[in-house]
């Protein structure tokens, strides 16, 4: 069983930052990609950061100069620094990870249960 368990969300006021957190546990081999997805209400789930095994990252245009992804992979965790905020922002945010998983070596496409951020105006 492999499971991810994110924290930091809330709410914050527009110019305001805050910083996410998703820490893996479980059986892992390893953990390839990680990434943060948002999905607001009435919208699909999008992509917002995603860094590699070797810290390679990516970035939505809407984010970009003002969200920072990095990982601790000694600690299987991925975090997400939110600066800049507006009420755009306003979403519920998912940490996504593709583990290889003890003992079988499977690949799995795993997501956290979400944090609300909320950015008022």
């Known amino acids: 069983q492999v499971q991810l368990v994110e924290s930091g969300g809330g709410l914050v006021q527009a110019g305001g930052s805050l910083r996410l957190s998703c820490a893996a546990s479980g059986s892992i081999f390893s953990i390839n990609n990680m990434a943060w997805y948002r999905q607001a209400p009435g919208k699909q789930r999008e992509l917002v950061a995603r860094i590699s095994s070797f810290g390679r990252t990516d970035y939505a245009d809407s984010v970009k100069g003002r969200f920072t992804i990095s990982r601790d992979n000694a600690k299987n965790t991925v975090y997400l620094r939110m600066n800049s905020l507006n009420p755009e922002d306003t979403a519920v945010y998912y940490c996504?990870?593709?583990?290889?998983?003890?003992?079988?070596?499977?690949?799995?496409?795993?997501w956290g249960q979400g944090t609300q951020v909320t950015v008022s105006s």
């Open positions: 996504n990870a593709e583990v290889v998983s003890r003992p079988t070596m499977a690949l799995l496409i795993k």
